[in-house]
């Protein structure tokens, strides 16, 4: 019977043994099926980034896009306005074109050529004219100038009295002839010295 015991005994070793070794492999198990989860989150997440990657390089490619179709557009008027230039120009070539044939056949009417001599005449005198008003820009320009210095001169004038009239009154005498001055002496000099 001891014998029977013995086993019984060596059996609930083994048992509890085997409990152990049944417990610790589900938690191995358990935690295989935690790291596969965790694997299977990572590929997720790896695959969301790499979506989200792909936008920020859309995204980066729809700038560089919008900024070609706005120097698309900007060159699209520019050629538009272009266009408009070149036909405003050929309309005024021909009109001019026109003008000139029209003023050929009235040269041999008298009153057309004192109205071409007269216009001539306010050419010519506008062009005189041309220097004559670039030279009163110039002069107008220079007397701005000249105005903001002589105030400027003006400003010194008054500083430089008043520093002469702080000196006058601390030695009290004029350097020149060395007489004592007073308030209205002093003033009367300062006055004198007055742009």
């Known amino acids: 019977m001891l014998e029977k015991y013995k086993n019984i005994e060596k059996l609930e070793v083994k048992v509890k043994t085997l409990d ?26 790896e695959e969301i980034h790499k979506k989200y990657q792909s936008v920020d390089d859309w ?4 700038d560089k896009i ?31 074109k026109q003008s000139e044939k029209e003023i050929k056949s009235l040269k041999h009417i008298t009153e057309a050529e004192q109205k071409l001599n007269a216009l001539n005449q306010k050419v010519a005198q ?5 220097p004559l008003a670039r030279h009163l820009t110039t002069i107008t320009t220079e007397g ?5 210095k002589i105030v400027e001169h003006s400003e010194e004038n008054k500083r ?15 350097p020149v002839c060395k007489s004592s001055v007073d308030e209205t002496i002093i003033t009367q000099i300062a006055t004198s010295y007055q742009l």
């Not at 230039?85 to 050929?90: H, P, Q, T």
């Not at 506008?126 to 041309?130: E, M, R, S, V």
């Not at 430089?160 to 004029?174: M, W």
């Open 66 to 96: 919008k900024q070609k179709r706005t120097e698309y557009e900007s060159f699209k008027e520019k050629v538009q306005t272009t266009n408009q230039l070149r036909s405003d120009l050929d309309n005024y070539n021909r009109s001019i």
């Open 126 to 130: 506008l062009k005189q004219a041309q």
């Open 160 to 174: 430089l009295i008043q520093d002469y009239q702080a000196v006058l009154k601390k030695i009290g005498a004029c």
């Open 144 to 148: 701005v100038k000249e105005k903001d």
């Open 59 to 62: 995204m980066v490619k729809l």
């Open 20 to 45: 152990k070794k049944v417990s610790s492999l589900v938690q191995v198990k358990e935690k295989d099926n935690t790291l596969n989860n965790l694997e299977s989150e990572i590929k997720k997440q």
